[in-house]
């Protein structure tokens, strides 16, 4: 089943920066589509490959920084071509 994933990541300290630019170089490196704008970063692929790929980057990422939030929304269906029709 394809997905498509919207990732936010928030970490609440100083020198986030460099946590948020680390996690987008992971997501980088992925075999996944990844679209990134200056809000979001979105992944699309398989929804099992995806999330199996997500969960110890997400972990790794976690164990880095004291307090951080990831704001996560999962579609069904592959979105990675959406263009607004109106």
Known sequence: MKTSIELTLTPL???YE???KDFIKGLRKSKFKV???SLSTHIYGDYDQLTKF???LIK???KDQK???LQMKIFKGDRSDYSPSF
Do not use: R
């Open 13 to 15: 300290q100083d020198n």
């Open 54 to 56: 997500l969960i110890p």
């Open 67 to 69: 307090n951080v939030v």
């Open 60 to 62: 790794n990422n976690f």
């Open 35 to 37: 679209i990134e704008n």
């Open 18 to 20: 460099i946590h948020i």
